[in-house]
């Protein structure tokens, strides 16, 4: 209350707010926020969610919101009318709903869109009470292949409201949202004067329903809202404003080959990460919402070194949730422009601690992953036995048919062999085949060299998964694409052996604490630090492989505790190594 009565007294008299012109447009829609019209729509949508259009659910909380959601998509699909126009529509609904239509915020925000003309139909249609409907309106009437080609999922109130719960805000504090879209965190923002609050966004349909939902929110003030479509990553951009605060969930992704140094990945939410720093005032703070695998993967390098070597890291905070539609886990990053200090609040779903910043300089590519001090021991004793790697090994794909379902067979056919997928294989062997190829390179689109597949000797790893598992194939079977093929080769140490090292427990700890990736990629796979082994030591760990292989499934405890016993680990660090695994500590 006290906020709004400080604008009141500024504006003592509403009268005196010059709106300017208007067009015969303006004055028709401006009637139209008053329409007594009964015409309601009769078609209802199908409550099933179709391949072009959905509805992120997590976004509603009225009961009455998909059905009237569902409402529109059907009415837009069945009637000629442009995505702009039908939502601004129901901006002017809103209005009307608020009892605000001849405010003078709402008659500039009509005056701004007089080239669009309302619906009476839709505009007929009560709309439910809920956090910005405009944008999940939107979001629901967009395809799924333009959401994933704009990065645009808009964010749940909840995630919004928690990111900025983070922040100290008063009134006289100045907040950005460089990519805004409907306005999520600006309508979060507590204790801010509506003045104060700016937005960016490269959608003009976006920045329409920002402006109508700041004008809903802030309906007692007598303002208009700081909003504007612009490209906040182009360098015709030049904002010379500082901000107190600054949150977002940015658009993710490549994007084009214009740079803002120093990210030479290219990667969009980095480029608004280190463009939003740069418009920071001294002490200032920002929050973004950003893909899990800003934390590891290596492409991300650039922005984890930039956001450890600017300002400080304050918090890491990985949500339990997703968007719909979204298959990505995503975590929110808290900076601020102050001098850093060496300990960061990192949150996960299973427990908060606290990470010395030095420990994230410990690995290759400056990953942001929970490292405690049991963490650092454990490393510590796997590094010291050596570092060597897989650098001289030979790599290979398995083969592209480019026509699974018309090349790759379930049964036997004159002159075929059979071939493997990832499904057969498993630590240290391979299931039996189920599926048949004739392996002539002039049919298939892609197909590694005769000496990979006919190798005497070679492991092969599922490329998608969670864990590292290599099998060893001594037979020269073909494998698809969703294998990769290995010929290792590390000074002493047999190709069993490094088998028995990449399967090990030890190994699939070290390897989530250095990179936490749902792919095995060869990048990461070059980095894992191998021991030096002696020749005995090599014959030893061989020879238990090959009992492994006879089915003798008591070897692979035995290989376990020979690890266990060759880099000196205690019950308690071998207990941690495999909670990390199983997923019960971070």
Partial sequence: MDNIMLVKEHYSNDEDFVIGDVSKATERNWSRLNTNSE????????KSRSDKNFIPSERCTNPKSEEYINEIITFKHHNKITLESLL???CLKLFAQNSISNSNSVKKFVNDYSHLIAVDSVMSIEIPEEFDMLGTVYQSLLSEGKKNIKGSYYTPKHIACSILSDFSFSKDNTFLDPCCGSGAFLLCVEGVNPKNLYGYDIDKISVMLAKANLIIKFKKYDFYPNIECLDFLSK??????QFDFIATNPPWGASDSTTVLPIISGETSSKFFVRSYSLLKKGGVLSFLLPISLLNVKVHKDVRQFILENGR???????????????????SIKHSKNDYK???????PLKTCFINRSSFYKTENYTFTQVENIDENIILKIKSKGNLTLRDSKWALG????DNANKVHDTYKDGEELIYTGKEIKPYKLLKAKKYILFDRKLLQQVAKDEFYRCPEKLVYKFISKKL??????TGALFLNSANILIPKIPGMCIKTVMAFLNTPIFQYLYIKMFNEIKILKGNLLLLPFPKVSKEQDIELSKLVDSVLKEENVAISKIEE????FYSLNDEEISHINEVINGKVA
């Avoid at 060496?342 to 996960?348: F, L, M, N």
């Avoid at 083969?399 to 480019?402: A, E, L, S």
């Avoid at 020979?562 to 016993?565: A, I, Q, R």
Wanted: aromatic residues 14%.
């Fill in 236 to 241: 015709k951009n030049v904002c010379n404003k």
């Fill in 562 to 565: 020979w690890m266990k016993n």
């Fill in 88 to 90: 601004f529509s129901l």
């Fill in 342 to 348: 060496d300990t960061i609040e990192y949150t996960s």
């Fill in 399 to 402: 083969v592209v048919t480019g």
């Fill in 469 to 474: 598992v290599f099998a060893y194939d001594n």
């Fill in 39 to 46: 015409h309601r729509l009769t078609k209802r949508a199908n």
């Fill in 313 to 331: 890291l304050e918090k890491i905070r990985i949500f339990p949730d997703m968007f719909t539609g979204v298959t990505t886990t995503f975590v």
